[in-house]
C-alpha cells in the first residue's frame, strides 16, 4: 500500500482571503498560502500591511498578490475578482472574513446605521463575492466558500445584538447556499471562532481578558493558527464530502 500523500494540501488552488492584512485574516492568508494554494491578500485601508502579508509569503516560498479594495462593494469586489484571474486564473476558494469596528451597547443604544455595517459585512459582502465567482465555479464543477462567522452567535452574547443578528445571517446564508450549490459540487462551510486575541484587542483591559479565558474549557487561548487550521480543512479536497457545517473553534465554550 502507497504512502499517503501529506494532507490538507491545496496545490494548484487560487484562494482570495478577504480582511487579510492583519489579525485572523492575515494568518489564515499564510496558512493556506503554505498549504499550496496561490492567495490572493486582500486589504482596505491598510496597504502597506497587506503588502507586507505577500512579502513575507513569498519569502517562505508561497505565491501571493494584493488586491486592494472594498469586499462590501460590487464594483470593487468585480475588479478585484478580475485582478485575480488575470494573475493566477479563476478563484477556487473564497474565505469572507473582513469585518467593521464592532461596538459594544445596549440595544437602544445602537443605530440603525450600525446595523446596516454589520449586515454588509457579514451577508452583502459574501453575497457578492459569491455572485461574481459562481460562474466559473459552476462550469469548473468546483468551489469553496469560509465565511467566518463567531461563537457570539451561538451564545447569544448580550449587548452585541448588531454583531450577532449578522452573524446568524451570516449562518443562515450559508446554509441555505450550501444546499444550493451542493448539486454544482461546491460547499459552503462556517468557520466560528472564539476570542482570539490579535492586534485590535491589545488596548482590552486584562481583567476582562481573564473573565474570559476562565470560561474556556481547554484553559488556554486560542490562537490565529487555530482558526486558520479549520478553514484549510474546510479548502481541501479532504473536506469534498463536509458542507453546510459550522466548525466553533473555541476550547469547548459551546458544546452543541
Known amino acids: 500500500m502507497p504512502a499517503p500523500t501529506h494532507p490538507v494540501r491545496l496545490d494548484g488552488r487560487v484562494a482570495w482571503i478577504t480582511g487579510s492584512s492583519r489579525g485572523l485574516g492575515r494568518v489564515i492568508a499564510e496558512t493556506l498560502a503554505a498549504a499550496g494554494a496561490r492567495t490572493a491578500v486582500n486589504c482596505h485601508a491598510s496597504r502597506d500591511q497587506g503588502e507586507a502579508v505577500v512579502a513575507g509569503i513569498r519569502a517562505s516560498g508561497g505565491e501571493a498578490i494584493l488586491v486592494a479594495g472594498d469586499a462590501m462593494d460590487e464594483g470593487e469586489v468585480d475588479r478585484m475578482a478580475g485582478e485575480i484571474e488575470a494573475a493566477f486564473g479563476p478563484v477556487d476558494i473564497v474565505v469572507a472574513n473582513a469585518t467593521p469596528f464592532q461596538p459594544m451597547k445596549a440595544l437602544e443604544d445602537y443605530s440603525w446605521e450600525e446595523h446596516q455595517t454589520m449586515v454588509d459585512a457579514f451577508i ?133
Open 124 to 256: 452583502k459582502s459574501p453575497y457578492l463575492l459569491a455572485k461574481r465567482l459562481l460562474p466559473s465555479m459552476k462550469a469548473r464543477h468546483q468551489g469553496r466558500f469560509v465565511n467566518i462567522t463567531s461563537e457570539v452567535f451561538h451564545e447569544g452574547m448580550p449587548r452585541f445584538s448588531a454583531y450577532v443578528a449578522a452573524k446568524g445571517g451570516q449562518i443562515g446564508w450559508s446554509r441555505a447556499m450550501a444546499n444550493e450549490l451542493a448539486p454544482h459540487g461546491i460547499t459552503v462551510n462556517t468557520v466560528a471562532p472564539g476570542w482570539v486575541p490579535v492586534e485590535r484587542h491589545d488596548e482590552v483591559p486584562a481583567a476582562d481578558k481573564d473573565a474570559y479565558l476562565a470560561t474556556v474549557p481547554l484553559g488556554r487561548w486560542g490562537k490565529p493558527a487555530d482558526v486558520a487550521h479549520a478553514v484549510n480543512f474546510f479548502a481541501s479536497e479532504e473536506a469534498a464530502f463536509v458542507t453546510g457545517q459550522t466548525l466553533i473553534v473555541n476550547g469547548g465554550r459551546t458544546l452543541w
